[in-house]
C-alpha cells in the first residue's frame, strides 16, 4: 500500500512511473539505482516521470542494492550550544557536495544516551560518525563506539579507539590570557571552564596553571572551577566566586555556555567590566562584540573544525586505509577593552 504526502495526496509507485515513462519497473529501479545500465534517453524520459509524479525512491531499497545509506550521524553534547552549529555547518559544506545527509542528536551531557544513539545508527546503517562525547570515562560509550564497523571522526577527545581526531588547543591560548592579565597586575584569576572528564577542562586547567607557576604567583584551587559546562553552571561559578571573601578581580569564562552565563552574573551583580572586573570569554567571537564593551574572546575556528573532520570521514569512505589520524587546530586571543589593570583594594 502506498503511503500519504503531505495534504492528503497518495505517495506514487513504482509502477505508475514505469507506466508514465513507458518502460519496465526493473528499468525504473535501475535509474533510481543510478545503474550505468541504462541508455541516456531513456534515463531521461524516467527522471521526468519522477518528477512529474512527485516520485521517490525508496531509501532503504537503495541502500541493500549500494551497501549505503549516504548518512553520516552528529552526536553531540548539547543541541542549543551554537559551537556545534558551526561544526555541522562546516561539515555539511564537505559532505553534502558527496551526497551524504548529516543528521544530529544531542545527548544532553547523557552517557546514556550517547549509547541510544550509537546503537541507533549502527541499526540504521549509517556510514559514519562525527562524535563529542560528554564524559571520556564512560566506559560503555568507547565500548559502543569500538563496535561501531564503520569510520568514526572524534572531536577534541581523547579515548581508547580506534578513530581520527580533530583536535583544538586549549592549553596556549588560556596561558596566554592568563600572562595578560598578570602583566596588567592581576593576582586573583577565577577560571570557569568545563570539568576534568573531557579534554579541553582539563587543558584550559594546565595552562592556567602553568601560567600562573611560571610567574610565580600561587595557584588557589577555590579560583578553579572545572565541572559542567552550562550557562547555568557558569553563571552559579560567577556568582559564587565574587560574592565570595576574596574574590577574584578578573574572569575567565572558558566555554561558550559558561561565556553566557558568567557575564551574565556579572550584569545581575551590577559589575562594570573592566572597571569592577576583567572579563574574558571563549568560543563566541560574535557575543563578545555585541556587548559593551567588547569582551576579549578566545576564539577557534568551529566551521574549520567541521571541514576537518567530514574531510577526514569523508576519505575514509572512500577506502583509505591507514592508522588513526590527529589533526590539531589553532584558537586566538582577541584582545577587546574588557580587561584593564585591577582596583586597589
Known sequence: MSGKLPGGRRQPTIHEVAATAGVSIGT???VASESPRVAPET??????AMAELGYQPNAAARAMRTNQTMTIGFLIPDMTNQVFARVAQGAETVLAPEGYMLFAFSS?????REIEFLQAARQRQMDGLIVTLSDETATGTIEEIGRMGVPVVVLDREIPVEADVVYS???QPIETVVEQLLQLGHRRIGLITASHNIRPGRDRVAGFKRALEKAGVPI?????????????RGMAETHDLLTGANPPTAILAAGSDIFYGALKAVRLLGLSIPD???FVGADDALLGELVYPPITVIDRDMVDVGRQAAGLLLERLKGLDVPPRRIMLGSDVLLRSSIAAPKIR
Do not use: F, K
Open 43 to 48: 534515463r531521461a524520459r524516467v527522471l521526468a
Open 169 to 171: 588547543e586549549h592549553m
Open 28 to 30: 525504473v529501479s535501475r
Open 220 to 232: 588557589d584551587e577555590w579560583l578553579i572551577r572545572a565541572r559542567t559546562q552550562s550557562a547555568e
Open 276 to 278: 569592577d572586573i576583567s
Open 108 to 112: 544532553n551531557r547523557s552517557p546514556a
